[in-house]
């Protein structure tokens, strides 16, 4: 009785604007019984047909006709769309497309960060922040590039963030730098992305480019695009005074697209900077409950379609009327 009563509670027709429709089938009665022609034969005499004819079938058309607009009243009920309540649901809620485009040259190698207690390559804390990075931004799409004296894809964007954490941990160090390449081939990646919000966040420990195409270009085409380029540049303690950013070729990846500049030279200071960006780049979710309802339009279709075949199959059978 509780389940019923539920059922009755949550009952609705979505598109209830079309059930004044029924209306149309006692109008259409109306005028079949007014002006519809009546069938017929001819006889010179009826006294034959009276004496050996059966009773009139009167009841039998009413019923066939029952039939039929009974038919017609459940498909105009279902053109209403019927629903009961089914349950409640997730609201799916969508995040921004990040691309990491990350320095794999040889300098990486150099272990002069200690992570936890130990030394480690520059690499390797690198890799260690991006996990934590990748693990506290489950609904963003995220996809990886690297480079060194070339660039190349490791991932499209992706939710799957354990297969980006493996691939990352089987990478290799080369020579050479050439992040405009890899600026590029994250861009194309980012361009089809549907979401508005479309981020790259270039790391590297070098202050000048040596291969591929320069900064200055890449930003100039990338800033027309709305895509919004970070800038993680990693470098010695002993060096941070020394550099200027009028020399600094890799700065004007985020000055040239409203992105921003972090220079670090140890672990502390590199996960910080990813704690910087996970805050600055934040997508506002709109977590909740949505009712999803059950249509229970094809039960009202079968059961029509089922009466329309009832009043066929009785009005050529056993109902059959001659003429």
């Known amino acids: 009785m509780n389940a019923l009563w539920t059922w009755l509670e949550t009952f609705r027709f979505e598109s209830w604007w079309l059930l004044p429709s029924l209306l149309l089938i006692p109008i259409w009665a109306w005028l079949r019984g007014r002006y519809a022609p009546v069938a017929a034969v001819e006889f010179s005499s009826s006294e034959l047909l009276r004496a050996h004819g059966r009773p009139p079938r009167f009841q039998h058309r009413q019923l066939l006709l029952a039939l039929r607009y009974m038919a017609l009243a459940l ?11 089914k349950g409640l649901t997730d609201v799916e809620s969508k995040g921004i497309n990040i691309m990491l485009v990350l320095d ?5 190698k150099k272990k002069d960060f ?4 130990r030394r480690v390559t ?3 804390a690198l890799i260690d922040v991006i996990t934590e990075f990748m ?5 963003d799409k995220i996809g990886l590039v690297r480079y060194d004296a070339d660039a190349f894809l490791m991932s ?3 939710l799957d963030h354990d297969y980006l954490i493996t691939r990352l941990k089987e990478e ?3 020579r050479g730098t050439a992040p405009g390449s890899g600026l590029l081939i994250a861009a194309e990646h980012l361009l089809p992305a549907t979401n508005q919000t479309k981020v790259i966040i270039l790391v590297s420990d070098a202050e000048q480019v040596n291969q591929g195409p320069k900064i200055k270009d890449v930003g100039r085409v990338l800033a027309p695009l709305g895509i919004r380029v970070h800038l993680v540049q990693i470098i010695d303690f002993k060096e941070m005074a020394g550099w200027s950013l009028k020399d600094n070729e890799m700065a004007l990846a985020p000055k040239l697209t409203g992105g921003q500049l972090f220079q670090v030279a140890d672990y502390v200071g590199l996960r910080s900077v990813y704690q910087q960006i996970d805050r600055l780049e934040k997508a506002s979710f709109k977590e909740g409950k949505q009712r999803v309802y059950r249509e229970l339009m094809p039960w009202c279709a079968g059961a029509a379609l089922a009466l329309l075949l009832l009043e066929f199959i009785l009005s ?5 009327r001659l003429p």
């Open 75 to 85: 498909l105009c009920i279902g053109l209403a769309r019927p629903q009961v309540e």
């Open 104 to 108: 794999f040259s040889s300098t990486m």
């Open 114 to 117: 200690t992570m936890k207690g």
């Open 122 to 124: 520059r690499a390797e």
């Open 135 to 139: 693990r506290a931004r489950p609904k």
């Open 156 to 158: 499209p964007l992706t």
């Open 172 to 174: 290799k160090n080369g």
């Open 316 to 320: 050529h059978t056993v109902w059959r």
